[in-house]
């Protein structure tokens, strides 16, 4: 059985990333479940960055608890990593850069990868390649996968260019010929097919946003979002659509909401500042009643905070961000795969209820890879607006009409007595200005939040529960934690816990009919958060009259299994005591 993490660290600009992204595609090509978490330094050039990858035989949940395998191009790698890597697991390391002294803890194999690079290549910033010759050699990775790779990746540079990365490669396999190996890890080939991709979360999410249906984004630049823009900016104009780099997120959101007034679904993503300046717009949308979807792929903050690193930060910004009565649908995204389906179901609501949908995704999930099956575009069926018929057009068409379900027919620019004003006053149910009249506001009110009735039913349907249905020990858990969550139940159960998890993908209505099933006749909820304050507990502190027990951890990472599977033991044993268990911050 394969399952092994491999950690690749050194300076930003040594090829770290890029160096794992190689190592990722090479062993998802030789037939592995792959799944992978980067982080990088914010500086252009420079600061340390790492690359992670799992791989396995087997259905992966989380980035894994601890380090097989450290490549470290540089001594803060090594200081930084090590400590992650168990007894028996094995550390590589440019023995140019430093030295490590002897250990009977880790195996230790130290490669001149420099010398390597300038003396057999003449070229420093071959090393990383060479790394790659040496990780083929040693763990058995199929050499012609990184070969492959190699020539698809360079091949617009030249053949000149190619050859000299296939003999970097190569050079690196040599030195490892010379070499004993002390370690037991071989990956070799694995049983899955060439049919899966690899995606990262940034990228399912466009694909499925082009298959929802989106033909226009408008974005501006930002850690980590932009992907999506660049993802889309290659691919919507192949089908029609468009992308437009606006010059600031005021104006994307401005363009979002143009396009969808006329017709045309529309999206755009950006982080928490970006966000931030988009809310009076969301508004707009509000009391408007168009359609948009707004994509949040989070950050560690507040104001610049740290952009490259990961946080569910935003969640009281998407849910509380704007002034006055101001509902909104905001939903959050759990893995790669369902970044896909997520998206799509983020427009059908935003169409369907004629209401900005906020997604929340965030760094770890948006540069998250891993291998997931073809899209099925079956699965969700796409959602369009309701629209007028030619008997409401003819009879006086009312934009803003009250009906049963709270959802008026939207007209478009150009149908024949469809014409009607959408600005941000309050207005009748035709569009006129109505900002005066008291009992009209109230009626309109009721009216943007009675769609929430039927939105909170969707709501529990969109629940996931991994564990016991009814357990004693309880997780409730949102967005890019589930993995990890699920995996920690697992761990649990293994030993004997009864537990289960509960994660919504609605966060905004709350499913509360599902969680205040799925919370009955438990000992106690803890409710994990990559938040210092427990934003998700809050919100359901404001509906329960339950003592949740937060789980916090705000140091710009995700969480392990380990650390969930840590408090779910804590608790349990609080339980069998009496003892009351408490909140805790990782």
Known sequence: MVDCVFRIGGEGGEGVISTGELMTIALARAGFEIYTFRTYPAEIKGGHANYQVRVADKLLLSQGDHVDVLMAFNEEAYQKHAKDVPKGGVIIYDSDSFSVPPSDHHILYPIPLTSLATEKIGIKLTKNIISLGVLAALFDVPFEKFAGLLKDRFKKKGDAVVQKNLQALQVG?????????????????????????????????????????????????????????????????????????????????????????????????????????????????????????????????????????????????????????????????????????????????????????????????????????????????????????????QKGYRRYKSTPDFISPMSMPGMEGGGYVAEGLEHDEVGYPAASDHENHLKLTQKRYGKFIEVEQVSNEMCRIHGDEHPEIAVIGWGSSEGVIREAVQMAKEKGISAGALHPKILYPLPLARIRDFISGTKAVIIPEVNYTGQFATLLRKRFAYDFIQLNKCVGLPFTPKEILDKIEEVAANVRTSRQPHATRV
């Open 173 to 393: 396999v040599d030195y490892v010929k010379s070499m004993q190996k002390r370690d037991s890890i071989r990956i070799g080939s694995g049983p899955r097919t060439a049919k899966e991709l690899v995606l990262s979360g940034n990228e399912s999410l466009a694909l499925g946003a082009i298959a929802a249906g989106c033909r226009l984004y408008a974005g501006y630049p930002i850690t980590p979002a932009t992907d999506i823009m660049e993802f889309l900016a290659k691919e919507l104009p192949k089908i029609g659509g468009y992308v437009i780099q606006t010059e600031d997120e005021i104006s994307a959101i401005g363009c979002v909401l143009g396009a969808s007034f006329a017709g045309t679904k529309a999206m755009t993503a950006t982080s928490g500042p970006g966000f931030s300046l988009m809310t009076e717009m969301i508004g707009l949308a509000v009391v408007a009643e168009i359609p948009a979807v707004i994509v949040d792929v989070q950050r560690v903050g507040p104001s610049t905070g740290m952009p490259t690193k990961t946080e569910q930060g935003d969640l009281y910004l998407a849910v509380y961000g704007g002034h006055g009565n101001c509902p909104r649908i905001v939903m959050a995204l759990n893995n790669v795969e369902d970044c896909f389906y997520g998206i799509q179901r983020a427009f059908n609501l935003a169409e369907e209820f004629q209401m900005p949908v906020i997604v929340l995704s965030d760094q770890y999930l948006g540069h998250r890879k891993a291998t997931v099956p073809p899209p099925d575009l079956a699965k969700v069926p796409i959602i369009s607006r309701r629209k007028p018929t030619p008997d409401e057009l």
